[in-house]
């Protein structure tokens, strides 16, 4: 019966209280990179979450049969494979979002958050919480992503999935594109305000200021 509850705190977890972007800074060149749209953003994030979690669970199942000394180049070994079949399967089926995504997808074998989570949790872990929790962090990836991506093709576009939301100004409506929104500064900018608002709310992520103010000097009588 507390196996339920357990898992399902490692799942929820990572979505808002210890959400691998806004709190650990995992991810960021991806999450900075493919966000220009939501169909990008989506498909990176679907890539990532399957590599994690797979991995994660390759790992937990030959755990006690790794060496030490080579662990992170077998962790390294099998998220790279995967990486390699999930980039064969989007250039098969999804070209064009593909050749969007660029570099991007490859570079899911280096990415801080899968090393990460695959060395700090699932090397330790049996299969299912492993599983559990990089698919919990996958998706709080995914939500960070969604939620810049979103904004950035709304606001950028006018648009949301390649549909228009709002009517732009050049074909008779009242919405101008802002140009700013598709440059690399925004994305920065929306990250930034999206942590600042996440720790505004939870202020137990908050950091310790590393100086603290000198105290004003009482005057003297």
Do not use: K
């Not at 357990?6 to 929820?12: V, Y």
């Not at 790794?66 to 098969?92: G, K, M, N, Y």
């Not at 060395?119 to 919480?129: C, D, G, K, L, T």
């Amino acid at each position: 019966m507390a196996r339920g509850p357990h898992l399902w705190t490692i799942l929820t977890t990572p979505l808002v209280r210890e959400n691998p972007v806004t709190l650990q800074i995992l991810g960021l060149c991806s999450a900075l990179a493919v966000t220009t749209s939501l169909p990008t953003a989506l498909t990176m994030s679907a890539a990532l979450t399957v590599v994690l979690t797979l991995s994660a669970g390759i790992i937990s199942v030959i755990r006690r049969h790794i060496p030490d000394t080579i662990r992170l180049i077998v962790q390294i070994v099998i998220v790279a494979s995967l990486v390699i079949v999930i980039d064969q399967v989007l250039q098969a089926y999804l070209f064009e979002i593909s050749q969007a995504l660029s570099v991007y997808v490859a570079l899911i074998t280096t990415n801080c958050l899968v090393l990460g989570r695959t060395e700090s949790f699932a090397r330790h872990n049996p299969p299912v919480p492993a599983m559990v929790d990089a698919f919990g962090n996958g998706l709080g990836y995914s939500l960070i992503l969604i939620v810049i991506g979103a904004t950035r093709e709304l606001f950028g576009q006018g648009q949301l999935m390649g549909r228009t939301v709002l009517p732009l100004a050049e074909d008779g409506g009242w919405f101008t594109p802002l140009s700013l929104m598709l440059l690399a500064p925004s994305a920065f900018f929306l990250l930034g305000i999206l942590v600042w608002a996440i720790r505004s709310v939870r202020t137990e992520q908050a950091e310790a200021p590393e100086f603290a103010p000198p105290r004003a000097r009482e005057p003297a009588e």
